[in-house]
């Protein structure tokens, strides 16, 4: 059996978690203080997804960049991917919080939208 050690990242509590493994099965996880750890650790080892977020260039805005995030996590691998995507993109004013600025990112199926408004100049 092998033992895998985590921090769990759901909460300020930051457990220090030990997952029991055999083989690709989770057996166990211990240094849990509540069900939101032991739901972190299995999904991390078995499907570990993160939210991106960034910056994109607005045209005949009164700021130049606005902050995005996908709309839900995305597989870790596809990550970088997204970020490539975000790279390109332009947008003009005016830009609102919630608006989709790319449309299932890097083949996710995910959104990435705006996380503030941005009026125009």
Do not use: Q
């Not at 690709?24 to 972190?40: F, M, S």
């Not at 995005?68 to 005016?94: F, G, I, N, R, S």
Request: with cysteine; charged share 30%.
């Amino acid at each position: 059996m092998e033992e895998k050690k985590l921090i769990c990242i759901n909460c300020p509590l930051g457990c220090a978690l030990t997952v029991a493994m055999r083989g690709n099965e989770i057996e166990a996880v211990k240094g849990n203080t509540c069900r939101r750890g032991e739901i972190y650790a299995r999904k991390e080892l078995t499907n570990p997804t993160r939210i991106v977020t960034s910056t994109v260039r607005v045209l005949k805005g009164c700021d130049h960049m606005v902050s995005v995030k996908t709309k839900e996590d995305v597989p870790k691998e596809k990550v970088l991917d997204c970020v490539k995507v975000l790279k390109e993109v332009t947008v003009e004013a005016p830009v609102r919080i919630g608006d989709v600025i790319v449309d299932d990112a890097a083949g996710t199926g995910v959104s990435i939208i705006a996380t503030k408004d941005v009026r125009r100049a």
